[in-house]
């Protein structure tokens, strides 16, 4: 059973004040009663020489008693005289008159030299003794005396006074019932302050138990009120400012971690922190993006069982093996995703500490456009080499003596021109490319009217289709929405895609121009937010695999024919960029069962929208 302070101290008070009250009780009695015992053996003592002297002449001339009735009456006399009770006693233990015996009875009274005062008597010649008489029942303070003539040295038998302790023992149990009744209010009195001091003392006790407790389940807003200056009041305060501490402690761990928590969720970056068992302890958002996995699941598990990479398992191995920082680059596979490492090792002194910070940069954007540029370098380079490779090679043919044949060098010296032509086309569309990705070419936002485009456009292409036999067709829906453009970008647009119609539309083909409304919300399907342009051909078409990178700088399907058809392959860059630059997007589809079909989408002007 478990007891409270309050109890403890109550309990513990009274158990104090009960021994106390107790061994004072004790005490006092005795006290008292050594007092009296010794008061009344002065008493006896005077008496006991005075019947003694009153039993002289009952002593025979040898100097011997014995039992006769007048001896009995003296007896009886002297012990009413002396408020006592007075007995003879034979030198055999024989009692020959006792003043609290009949004369009837005195037969019948049994030996007393066996009584300890009688005892101390023979052997001293006094004897004195405290206890209950076997013939009265009453507690009695007995003197034994030897009693005999002067001239003998021997006694002749013994005087004994006994001295009933009634009164006193009356007196003791009065004492007795006034000290239980002092005793049992002091009790009371006691009880009553052993309680106010347990709860003086346990009260701010609770006081603070309480705070604590509220302080643990985390209201750091508790203040312990006490009016005491001692220590319990010391404590108090010192537990307030402690509490004011620990809020502010907390209060800054709280905010470090939010912060701390805002930039792991905001990095772009994936950040994993591991302990020195390689055990992952935190993941950020970005991380788990990267990987697909979730904080829930690798937290506590090893990198290893979490990720399955071996590549970032040599790493993480050998960072918390040599306890140095190391860089790596892995590779996820399928995806293709390229990710820089840059492993960094803290100082830890526990198991379950952050030993190793990992940080992970998602590169394979930086390495896709590194790849485009080593490829735009080389093409760059392969389409500017191939005219200069040309002039070089009829110039030096020119030198070492085809000027002088008029017909020769005329058809070289046209060769060369259409070869400069067709460098400074490159060099023109690499410019006009820079200027529009730089933005140094501000598209204009003007109202069009989408078939006057598309009329201006056929009209300006038609030339170039007629001489291969390609019929041109157009299927423009009434009543288009105007669009917000530039209309010489957007003929551009149209041209470079129609120019490579016609190209690579085999003779006697087909290619048709189309424009119609589209609604992009399907919950509101009658309302036009778009207009689709399209140019589809019957031509040799584009091979699944290389749709997505027709768009790119000199990428070619056909690297020898599209040379041979003369273009730069900077074309379909230019349109995307222009149809970007005007809020719209363009892709390629494949035309059922030849062709292809390029797709132009561009917002329409809304009505509330000013031009």
Not at 121 to 134: I, P
Request: net charge neutral; with cysteine.
């Amino acid at each position: 059973m478990t007891f409270s302070i309050r109890w403890k101290v109550t309990i513990g008070t009274l158990l104090v004040l009960i021994c106390g009250l107790l061994i004072a009780r004790t005490l006092a009695i005795r006290s008292l009663e050594q007092e009296e015992i010794t008061r009344s053996g002065q008493i006896l003592e005077t008496r006991t020489g005075l019947v003694a002297y009153g039993l002289q002449p009952f002593l025979t001339q040898s100097g011997t008693l014995a039992s006769t009735p007048q001896l009995q009456t003296a007896v009886r006399d002297l012990g009413a005289r002396a408020f006592a009770r007075v007995t003879v006693v034979a030198l055999d233990g024989l009692v020959l008159a006792d003043s609290a015996v009949s004369d009837n009875n005195l037969s019948t009274v049994e030996n007393h030299l066996a009584r300890p005062e009688i005892q101390q008597a023979v052997a001293t010649g006094r004897g004195t003794d405290l206890r209950t008489s076997h013939t009265t029942g009453e507690r009695t303070l007995y003197l034994a005396v030897g009693i005999g003539n002067a001239n003998r040295t021997k006694p002749s038998g013994f005087l004994r006074l006994g001295l009933p302790m009634t009164t006193f023992d009356h007196e003791v149990a009065k004492l007795h019932r006034n000290l239980a009744l002092a005793f049992g209010i002091a009790f009371l009195v006691a009880v009553a302050l052993s309680v106010w001091l347990a709860r003086s003392i346990t009260k701010p006790l609770s006081d603070i138990a309480i705070a604590a407790r509220r302080l643990a389940n985390g209201d750091h807003t508790v203040r312990i009120r006490t009016g005491s200056r001692d220590e319990v009041g010391l404590l108090a305060d010192t537990l307030n400012q402690m509490t004011d501490q620990l809020r502010g402690k907390i209060d800054e761990l709280s905010e470090d971690r939010a912060q701390l928590l805002a930039m792991l969720t905001s990095m772009v970056e994936g950040v994993m922190v591991l302990d020195c068992r390689g055990r992952v302890l935190q993941v950020n958002p970005a991380l788990e993006r990267m990987f697909d996995v979730s904080r829930m699941d690798a937290r506590g598990h090893h990198c290893s069982e979490v990720f399955r990479h071996p590549q970032l398992d040599t790493l993480v191995s050998t960072v918390l093996t040599n306890r140095v920082n190391e860089e790596d680059e892995i590779l996820l596979q399928p995806i293709g995703r390229c990710l820089h490492i840059e492993a960094s090792v803290t100082a830890c002194d526990r198991e379950n500490e952050a030993c190793a910070v990992l940080v992970f940069h998602d590169i394979t954007e930086l390495r896709r456009l590194e790849n485009i540029r080593k490829d735009f370098v080389a093409n760059v380079s392969h389409e500017l080499r191939t005219p200069l490779t040309s002039i070089k090679g009829y110039i030096e043919a020119l030198l070492d003596g085809a000027k002088d044949d008029p017909g020769t060098s005329t058809k070289f010296l046209e060769i060369i021109l259409k070869q400069s032509d067709r460098l400074n086309l490159i060099l023109e569309d690499l410019l006009q490319l820079s200027k529009i990705e730089s933005g140094q070419i501000l598209f204009k936002r003007e109202p069009l009217q989408v078939q006057r485009v598309i009329e201006r456009t056929l009209a300006m292409i038609k030339p170039l289709a007629d001489k291969k036999g390609h019929r041109l067709l157009s299927f423009v829906a009434r009543d288009l929405p105007a669009v917000l453009g530039d209309e010489d970008r957007l003929m551009q647009v149209l041209s470079n895609l129609l120019d490579n119609a016609v190209k690579y539309t085999p003779g006697n083909g087909t290619i048709t121009v189309a424009a119609h409304p589209v609604a992009d919300d399907l919950e509101r399907p009658t309302i036009v937010t778009a207009l689709e342009l399209s140019v589809t051909d019957t031509g040799l078409g584009i091979p699944e695999q290389d749709r997505p990178r027709v768009f790119e700088r000199f990428y070619r399907v056909d690297k020898a024919r599209s040379r041979e058809m003369g273009g730069t392959g900077l074309g379909l860059a230019i349109v995307k960029h222009i149809v970007e630059g005007l809020g719209g997007r363009v892709w390629v589809e494949a035309n059922a069962p030849t062709g292809s079909r390029f797709v132009v989408r561009l917002p329409v002007q809304h009505i509330n929208q000013p031009a």
